[in-house]
Nanobody, 125 residues
Framework: QVQLVESGGGLVQAGASLRLSCVHSGRTFSSYAMGWFRQAPGLEREFVAAISRSGGSIEYGNSVKGRFIISRDNNRNTVYLQMNSLKPEDTAVYYC??????????????????WGRGTQVTVSS
């Protein structure tokens, strides 16, 4: 059973940066495509970013393009989300997800079999 544990969330002011981390418990992390999603109260889950097994394919949601960067370290079983120029509308619980079946999971939540519990990001104006 794969476990994903997110960390790095917190309360920051608009314009600040945060880096989220997600540690994957499995031995074959490099076999999983990874993604980040977020959900704000009362809203649907939103795609944030995805990265392929090797890191060669990357995609971002329109609302974070140019501000967020996804990366992975297959030696550390960790995927990162560097969030810059944060806005109040970025406030949400951020979830890490893992897809064991595809080279690249993309923006479709149903592609991901494993999910973390989430980490809260709050951006004040």
């Amino acid at each position: 059973q794969v476990q994903l544990v997110e960390s790095g969330g917190g309360l920051v002011q608009a314009g600040a940066s945060l880096r989220l981390s997600c540690v994957h418990s499995g031995r074959t992390f490099s076999s999983y495509a990874m993604g980040w999603f977020r959900q704000a109260p009362g809203l649907e889950r939103e795609f944030v970013a995805a990265i392929s097994r090797s890191g060669g394919s990357i995609e971002y949601g329109n609302s974070v393009k140019g501000r967020f960067i996804i990366s992975r370290d297959n030696n550390r079983n960790t995927v990162y989300l560097q969030m810059n120029s944060l806005k109040p509308e970025d406030t949400a619980v951020y979830y890490c997800a893992a897809d064991p079946s595809r080279y690249y999971g993309g923006s479709v939540p149903a592609h991901y079999d494993y999910w973390g519990r989430g980490t809260q990001v709050t951006v004040s104006s």
